[in-house]
């Protein structure tokens, strides 16, 4: 009876291994499936080009009814320049393969003039931290140093200290009624904080802090939800309202507004080790996760019209499943467990034939909605979804291996 009871318990614990071994191997295969993608994806770039790729000419998205990337030469407006560059470093972290290594310098460096351009509005912080960002992680080339903290000094021109936080977009204060500072501007302190830790001034970091604790203080309603803009006054810095710009309502929760909140703070936590900001982005975290549908991927807009029957947004799952990796590493217990579980399932969902494009598409991803409000990049595959999809599967990729 003991000896039956052992070998049961023997033969339960090889199949959880099993499963466990099984369910952990998926984002193997997801990166296999990243990689494809991504040699699919130069092979048209070039087929565009005539058999030479123009490396200032970024794939931005692909309609629903589009088979083939839309793209956008890299200038300072367009803000999604740096994400192909950043998907090509993850594939060639993940492969070692030198060739696309090489494609990874070529796209970065059409981003170069950045450095040296004035400061068009706060996405400096993606278009160069998300290329020249992670080719310095991988390379630690003293020329891509000097870009990023080129870059940082550039962000950081927007700050205004009356207000405490960094002017969004400078091209829209009047539209807004003041200075506005809009929630994915989280992401860009991630650039500031870096830059202050490795040869930049030490006031970018103040700035960085400056610019969450005042977004932590006017940016979120009672219950943790966001407001994409928040308006200013630009001289005194008074909070003069929340109000949407890509959600659908100014009371509503944009998905992709709260997933920026939700890594914006676990980013800032990281690089500070404040706990404030660890205890905040907890709740932040919560309301998402108890308000999502049954796949864990969101409607666009949690209070989006005709829910269940409205566009979803694969980009906000990204996002979040990234930033939930990094969070279940701070958290400890089962508090903790339970983010890295919620964005397996995330990652689970994004890996099935429901969200890879699969053989329709070069993208990785279907299903992520740009501006609904403007019509634009509506049930779509967009280049931020991959970039986010394929370093949340490193970022697993790296936890399971511990
Ligand atoms: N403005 C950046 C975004 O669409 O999330």
């Known amino acids: 009876m003991k000896i039956r009871k052992w070998l049961l318990g023997i033969l339960g614990g090889c199949l959880l291994t099993a499963c466990s071994a099984e369910k952990q191997g998926f984002e193997i295969e997801a990166l296999k499936y990243c990689d494809g993608q991504v040699r ?14 123009d490396y200032s000419y970024m794939p931005r998205n692909i309609k629903d009814s589009l088979t083939y990337w839309h793209c956008r030469t890299a200038t300072k407006e367009e803000w999604c320049s740096g994400f192909w560059p950043g998907i090509l470093w993850y594939d060639y972290e993940f492969t070692g ?21 004035p400061a068009f509005d706060h996405d400096l912080g993606f278009l160069v931290f998300c290329s020249y960002g992670n080719g310095y992680r991988l390379t630690h080339d003293p020329a891509y140093k000097q ?19 960094i002017l969004s977009w400078p091209r829209n204060v009047a539209m807004f009624g003041g200075h506005n500072t809009i929630m994915d501007n989280m992401i860009n302190l991630e650039m500031l904080m870096w830059a202050s830790k490795n040869g930049g001034r030490s006031s970018l970091a103040d700035i960085a802090i400056s ?15 966001s407001y994409h803009v928040a308006v200013y006054d630009t001289l005194t810095g008074e909070f003069l309202r929340g109000v949407t710009h890509q959600g659908y309502a100014d009371s509503s929760m944009w998905a992709r507004g709260q997933a920026w909140a939700i890594y914006g703070y676990t980013m800032m936590y990281r690089e500070t080790k404040d706990t404030r900001y660890l205890d905040f982005v907890q709740k932040v975290a919560d309301v998402y996760l108890e308000r999502l549908p049954e796949d864990y991927v969101p409607y666009w807009d949690f209070d989006a019209p005709g829910i269940p029957n409205a566009p979803r947004d694969a980009s906000a799952a990204a996002i979040t499943a990234s ?50 409000p403007d019509g634009s990049e509506i049930d779509a595959s967009i280049i931020y979804a991959d970039y986010y999809y394929i370093e949340a599967l490193m970022r697993l990729k790296r936890l399971n291996e511990g």
Request: a negative charge.
């Open 40 to 53: 699919r994806t130069l092979a048209e770039l070039e087929e565009i080009g005539s058999g030479v790729i």
């Open 97 to 117: 393969d030198e060739h696309i290594k090489e494609e990874a310098e070529r796209f970065t460096a059409s981003l170069e003039f950045l450095s040296h351009t």
């Open 147 to 165: 870009v990023i903290l080129d870059a940082a000094d550039s962000l950081a021109t927007l700050f205004r200290p009356a207000v405490g936080t």
């Open 211 to 225: 610019h969450a604790d005042k977004t932590m203080k006017y940016q979120f309603r009672d219950d943790y939800t």
């Open 323 to 372: 930033a939930l990796l990094e969070l279940s590493t701070f958290v400890p217990g089962e508090k903790g467990a339970g983010y890295k579980e919620a964005a397996v399932k995330m990652l689970e969902s994004l890996s099935s034939e429901q969200y890879q494009s699969r053989e329709s598409k070069p993208s990785f991803l279907l299903h992520s909605t740009g501006h609904w």
